[in-house]
């Protein structure tokens, strides 16, 4: 009987528009494709529609702080959901982890890494891209394993760095850079490297790449918003983003 | 202490960039407008338009095909591999080449306008003079068209200072190679180092305005053949 109410109103919510909301999130770039993935089940499911903007941490942070229109936001961090949630611009108690991040070093030549970190170590290449590790926790995770490699100070002259980890992505995509440190969920799909070849980088070698989200302010009284970060938690949304790679 | 050493350096470099770009631009671009200011062949147009390109396309544009174009798939790529030059991507080098292209209309138009202003009377009557082409361009027109010498290369310097989309997505953030004062600002901002942001930011605006003030107040007191896009 629940059940075919339940249907009753989706039905209702899909034909008549009547509930459906917008709801504007911004997220971090290394999420941009499972987030595509997510919202295009969550409008279909849901009736509500998602308008992204994709960008790097910080400059989405800088954008909120500002008063960009965002609704939610999808951090490749923990530590800046907490800084808005600290400076009052998020819905308190609405922070939670959306994904842990899983760092892959990656190289377009099909062949060139042989799933260890055997070519990193040769030091044969001429240019290896991380994200800036300042702005991206990617970038920062990269730098952790090449400390632990004890390759910091070999490396050092051969490191190129993109904004975000999109750009460390296009460096090597481009075969400008030979190999790089992107995210998995930027070359894995349905649970397979889409292109290229890599080594998975043991989650053990980096401070784990906690992604938090938070509802902020302008979305306190959207039930769109709402309906998403619930939306993200269940298990529809958890086998999406496990496909592109992330733990949960 | 407002400005870290990164940040020094990264100055440093943007004035070391924009000098040789500059200087680059006007040898390459004096000839060029030279041409386009006097030609009366029907290429003068497509060319005319291939140089004025950088002014309407967003330096992500610009900026993406260099770095595809310099990769080691892409033509230029190619070229400079043959030549043993290795790939041209995340150098200074490559930023010169591409802050030549970014800025090259704004060398080339100020410098067409000055040349076509002077009109063909002083060129004749140096011919008459018998004055050859050589010494006729260097003891006629370069005098007569030093006001658009100094447009040209007050506006081709300061708009490779300001130059970013393209830096960014060629240079790769190296320190003391491809890291100028644009890109260092938005690093300030990404990682919410305001203040240092507001010091870079700041002095930037202000010497912009001071590049600007210095190009108005010539123009007001020069001559017509500084003037500037039509």
Not at chain 1, 113 to 123: P, R, T
Not at chain 1, 227 to 243: F, H, N, P, Q, V
Request: hydrophobic share 50%; glycine share 8%.
């Amino acid at each position: 009987m629940h059940a075919r109410i339940a249907a009753l109103f989706a039905v209702f919510a899909i034909s008549s528009h009547a509930l459906a909301e917008q709801v504007q999130v911004a997220v971090a770039a290394n999420f941009t494709a499972p987030l595509q993935a997510i919202a295009a089940e969550f409008e279909k499911d849901t009736g509500h529609s998602v308008v992204a903007s994709f960008g790097a941490t910080g400059q989405l942070y800088a954008q909120i702080q500002n008063g960009a229109p965002f609704e939610v936001f999808f951090s490749a961090d923990e530590s800046t959901p907490a800084k808005l949630d600290s400076e009052g611009l998020g819905v308190s108690g609405s922070r939670f982890t959306y994904a842990v991040g899983s760092l892959v070093l990656w190289s377009a030549k099909p062949g060139y890494l042989d799933g260890s970190d055997a070519a990193l170590k040769a030091n044969q290449y001429k240019h290896l891209a991380i994200a800036n590790p300042k702005a991206a926790p990617y970038g920062l995770a990269a730098t952790e394993v090449l400390d632990k490699l004890g390759l910091s100070a070999a490396v050092k002259d051969k490191l190129v760095e993109g904004q975000s980890i999109t750009q460390a992505h296009q460096f090597i995509a481009t075969g400008n850079a030979e190999l790089g440190f992107v995210a998995l969920s930027q070359v894995y799909k349905d649970g397979q490297l889409s292109s290229g070849s890599a080594w998975m980088v043991p989650a053990q070698m980096h401070t784990p790449i906690k992604q938090d989200a938070l509802i902020l302010k302008k979305g306190e009284h959207n039930p769109a918003t709402a309906a998403l970060t619930e939306y993200l938690k269940g298990e529809k949304a958890a086998k999406i983003i496990k496909s592109f790679g992330y733990q949960l | 202490m407002p400005l870290t050493k990164a940040d020094f350096a990264a100055v440093l470099l943007t004035l070391e960039l924009a000098s040789l770009t500059t200087l680059l631009l006007l040898l390459t671009g004096t000839p060029i407008a030279w041409w386009l200011a006097r030609t009366q062949s029907k290429w003068k147009q497509p060319i005319g338009a291939i140089v004025a390109l950088p002014l309407v396309l967003p330096p992500t544009v610009i900026g993406f095909y260099l770095l595809v174009s310099m990769g080691p798939h892409g033509f230029i790529g190619q070229l400079t591999q043959s030549l043993g030059l290795g790939t041209l991507t995340f150098t200074f080098t490559g930023l010169v080449i591409g802050s030549v292209f970014y800025s090259l209309p704004f060398v080339v138009q100020p410098l067409q306008n000055a040349f076509e202003a002077i009109g063909r009377a002083p060129l004749e009557a140096a011919a008459t003079l018998r004055a050859g082409p050589w010494d006729a361009f260097f003891t006629v027109v370069l005098p007569l068209a030093k006001p658009g010498f100094i447009t040209a290369s007050i506006l081709g310097f300061a708009h490779t200072v300001g130059e970013f989309g393209v830096v960014l997505m060629i240079g790769g953030n190296i320190p003391g190679k491809t890291q100028v004062a644009s890109v260092q600002i938005y690093n300030h901002v990404e990682t919410m180092e305001y203040a240092q942001a507001h010091w870079l930011a700041g002095g930037m605006v202000l010497f912009s305005f001071i590049v600007l003030l210095a190009l108005y107040s010539g123009r007001s007191s020069g001559r017509s053949s500084t003037r500037v896009w039509q």
